[in-house]
């Protein structure tokens, strides 16, 4: 029995068909880059099968696709991109649409943000089975074995700050609001700022009242340089699993609560395309299986932080592991 075939069995179905076209989305391009096979094989039951593979628009989220898309060229499918999508929810509504057909997701996101909870389950295993089957039930949303890294939010200072004011945990970060909110200067972005996985949630689970804090908003990519020097903010929201922390060496306080939710990056799709196609899963599955927290960072610091471009980064790691060849 395949991986989809498993997940389906015994479980009801609500499939998704409107189309959205209010989200603007085109139908997607042709691949950037060629690909082989290598130990991903042609799949006879793919050949030549139309297939959307979707993103937000954000580094790791485009690396992400881009490995689905060579993966699925190389075991034979017609593969459209269709990556850098903006937002989470325009991606999410594109694909219960129609108009992608596989992306990775992460736990977090779909237990959070699209159904509804407002406590994450502290257990990664957990919170993936408890997306997986309610995301199945309700909204016909089959989500595969999760990869092991867990790409969540955190908060992180320079090494400078950290030794200035000992502040290592968010339990030190909680008492240094209440003590000095201004040596507490906090940047974050907007989504943030609001999300109750984010920084109200996170007030109230380390006791703070989050007004209390002096926060600046910015643009995600701004905070990374802005918390290391210093010069707007002592401290920063990060993705644990960007390259830039180290980069700009950052000291990534420890969640000594478990607030912040896993973000496990999982392979999705509509259940019918699932059942269609289940060997899309079986090809994705040795990939997932070593998607580690300091595989994808080094990616990330690869694209953010050397420059390179994300299509390249995320064919050739796949061709140092050999799941395919680069073609020109």
């Not at 015994?10 to 880059?33: D, K, N, Q, R, Y």
């Not at 906090?186 to 109200?200: I, K």
Request: with cysteine; hydrophobic share 40%; net charge negative.
């Amino acid at each position: 029995m395949t991986v989809i075939r498993r997940v389906l069995a015994g479980t009801a179905v609500v499939l998704a068909t409107t189309l959205l076209a209010s989200c603007g989305l085109e139908s997607g391009g042709a691949l950037p880059l060629k690909v082989g096979p290598a130990s991903i094989q042609p799949v006879p039951e793919l050949d030549g099968a139309r297939i959307t593979v979707g993103s937000k628009d954000f580094t790791e989220q485009i690396i992400l696709g881009y490995m689905i898309e060579f993966a699925l060229s190389a075991a034979g499918a017609d593969v459209r991109d269709l990556t850098n999508i903006q937002g989470s929810n325009s991606t999410r509504d594109a694909q219960l649409a129609g108009q992608i057909d596989v992306s990775y997701e992460y736990t977090g996101t779909g237990w959070i943000n699209y159904l509804g909870h407002e406590q994450p389950i502290p257990d990664s295993q957990a919170q993936f089975e408890a997306v997986r089957d309610e995301d199945l039930a309700r909204n016909g949303m089959v989500w595969t074995d999760p990869a092991p890294m867990n790409n969540t939010y955190a908060l992180a200072t320079s090494r400078a700050t950290a030794e200035q004011t000992g502040v290592r945990t968010l339990s030190d970060y909680a008492a240094l609001v209440q003590r000095d909110p201004a040596a507490a200067a906090t940047c974050v972005e907007t989504e943030f700022n609001v999300r109750q996985d984010g920084f109200p949630g996170m007030a109230a689970a380390y006791g703070f009242d989050p007004a209390r804090a002096e926060k600046r908003i910015l643009q995600t990519g701004i905070i990374y340089q802005a918390t290391a020097d210093g010069s707007q903010c002592k401290f920063g929201e990060v993705f644990t699993t960007d390259g830039r922390i180290a980069a700009l060496d950052l000291v990534v306080l420890e969640d000594d609560r478990q607030f912040f939710p896993k973000y496990n990056p999982a392979l999705t799709m509509r259940a019918d395309f699932a059942e269609q196609y289940p060997e899309v899963a079986e090809v994705m599955a040795p990939i997932s299986a070593v998607l580690t927290n300091e595989a994808i960072t080094e990616l990330n610091r690869q694209v953010d932080v050397d420059g390179k471009d994300p299509a390249a980064v995320a064919r050739q790691w796949l061709v140092d592991r050999g799941f395919v060849t680069a073609e020109d």
